[in-house]
């Protein structure tokens, strides 16, 4: 079975989030870690971007490789949080750029009660937030066992 290390890049708004949503869909491969069902994975790394507008995505990257790191995620409330973090796109484009290493968005699954809350307020109607929040797209039942 191929394995493949994970680095978790959390919003710094939820610093001291303790990741036991991110931990347990990764378990039960939920939301986007559905990508890796049929392999061995391994969270390598945990970090904050350390705030507006991202200070640590400069260097984190760089140690989560010397980790092992195959790939990084940013968690799922950089997606959810009020308003959805403005900096994702330039992320998305300067991690890969720099560092060699993909970059998805997204870990456990959308939490239905913010699912209801962005839907109406119509939050993810980019193409960017659109292609962004798929691997998070859940059916309700999964939704509701996050929220």
């Given at each position: 079975?191929?394995?493949?290390?994970i680095?978790?890049?959390?919003?710094?708004?939820?610093k001291?989030?303790?990741?036991?949503?991110?931990?347990?869909s990764?378990?039960?491969?939920?939301?986007?870690?559905?990508?890796?069902?049929?392999?061995?994975l391994?969270i390598?790394?945990?970090?904050?971007?350390?705030?507006c507008?991202?200070?640590?995505?400069?260097?984190?990257?760089?140690?989560?490789?010397k980790?092992?790191?195959?790939?990084?995620?940013?968690?799922?409330?950089?997606?959810?949080?009020?308003p959805?973090?403005?900096?994702?796109?330039?992320?998305?484009?300067?991690?890969?750029?720099?560092?060699?290493?993909?970059?998805?968005?997204?870990?456990?699954?959308?939490?239905q009660?913010?699912?209801?809350?962005?839907d109406?307020?119509?939050?993810?109607n980019?193409?960017?937030?659109?292609?962004?929040?798929?691997?998070?797209?859940?059916?309700?039942?999964?939704?509701l066992?996050?929220?």
């Amino acid at each position: 079975m191929e394995k493949v290390k994970i680095g978790i890049i959390i919003c710094d708004r939820y610093k001291t989030c303790a990741g036991g949503k991110c931990f347990r869909s990764a378990q039960k491969r939920e939301g986007a870690f559905a990508a890796y069902k049929d392999m061995d994975l391994e969270i390598a790394a945990f970090t904050t971007c350390g705030g507006c507008p991202g200070g640590n995505i400069e260097y984190t990257p760089e140690e989560m490789i010397k980790n092992g790191v195959q790939k990084i995620h940013f968690a799922t409330c950089f997606l959810v949080g009020y308003p959805p973090c403005p900096y994702m796109e330039h992320f998305k484009k300067f991690i890969p750029e720099k560092y060699g290493v993909e970059v998805s968005f997204g870990t456990h699954p959308i939490p239905q009660k913010y699912f209801i809350t962005h839907d109406n307020l119509k939050t993810w109607n980019t193409d960017f937030l659109k292609r962004a929040i798929e691997p998070t797209l859940t059916d309700v039942k999964i939704r509701l066992s996050y929220d």
